[in-house]
């Protein structure tokens, strides 16, 4: 996700913002919008989230539409992630002659964030914030730098940490607004991730509906389910995305299960121990497949192992202002836990928002492990 304005005495004079991998990117929208407006580019300020490309990809280098356009100034906010190319754009509009500001160059030990960088047109100052432009494409950054997918685990429970009751009932814990906002997480991922008690207990569809109650096409969809044991009357494997459907199985599943489930949706042999599918060996798979990132919607024990495994990236827990209370309520998070205060896992760049009546909690997970 990249945003490019140009800037000519201090007026906007064309904007662009990249749609899609294979379209032109932000800085190329940018020029074409300001010849659509009639705007004489040649001189201007080029600001842009991230450091333009260099390489022959789907599409032309960015350097080389900024180089022929005559462009005097680049502000750049983030880096190019990838190590191959990492700088070079930058390096070249450079050796060009082209004036190029970048938020990392005006860092120092003792400032969280860059200073304001020289003036541009009519005294305006510009700050460019690093974090921010980062931000945006976390996901992305994780997986071409790892090529695992950005984990994000995502709950809504009570004040006091349930999800559901003994007998499982859950809907609903949080509010409407709340819902919209986890489920815009949801179409924002490529891929969602369940156990299958979560597909016994609810049948979820997973599907990504717009806030016009229509069913978009869901990201892939994935079930944990070692022993094969998703019904083949269940939603995920039936309805009209059952193709996006994928059910990890491993070898002590039944064959006989395992063939009925492949008629219906793919079927993916992991290795497991214990009856516990192998989470690594999962994330560098369905990353080679191209999931930069996974939202993680399963119960208290598929969050735990994530989580305690340090395999999630950063958290989404919605709290709604009801206390459910009991011993055998279901909770967000299980698993193990930690045995000592020391071992709990910490977060952090923690950002509490008010939805409706909820609080929605998105923080960074401290403890990370390639």
Sequence with gaps: ????????????????????????????????????????????????????????????????????????????????PNPAHAGKGLEKLREAGVKVSHANERRDANTPHPGPLPSEGRGRRVVAVESEATRLNEAFNHWIVRQTPFVTVKAAMTLDGKIATASGESK?????????????????????????N????????LTARAPSGRVRKPPRRFVLDAFARTPTGSVLVSDEFAALTTVVV????????????AKRARVLLAPARAGRINLRWLLKRIGKEGVTSLLVEGGGEVNAAFLEA????????????????????RRGVAGEGAKRLADLIELREVEWRRVGEDLWLSARVGREQD
């Design 1 to 80: 996700m990249v945003g490019a304005v140009l800037v000519r005495g201090g007026k906007i004079i064309g904007e662009g913002w990249h749609r899609r991998a294979g379209l032109a990117h932000a800085e190329v929208e940018a020029l074409k919008d300001a010849a659509r407006r009639g705007e004489r580019v040649r001189g201007a300020t080029l600001f842009v989230t991230l450091e333009p490309c260099c390489t022959h990809g789907r599409t032309p280098p960015c350097t080389e539409a900024i180089l022929a356009a005559g462009i005097r100034r680049v502000v750049v906010g983030a880096a190019d």
């Design 172 to 196: 609903w814990i949080t509010g409407e607004r709340s819902r919209q906002v986890a489920m815009r997480l949801r179409f924002d991922s490529d891929a969602v991730l369940v156990g299958i």
């Design 198 to 205: 979560t597909v016994l207990a609810d049948d979820p569809s």
């Design 250 to 261: 491993s070898r002590a599943a039944p064959a006989g299960r395992v063939k009925a489930l």
């Design 310 to 329: 340090g395999l999630a990236q950063r958290v989404a827990f919605f709290y709604a202002p009801k206390i459910l209370g009991g011993r055998d309520a």
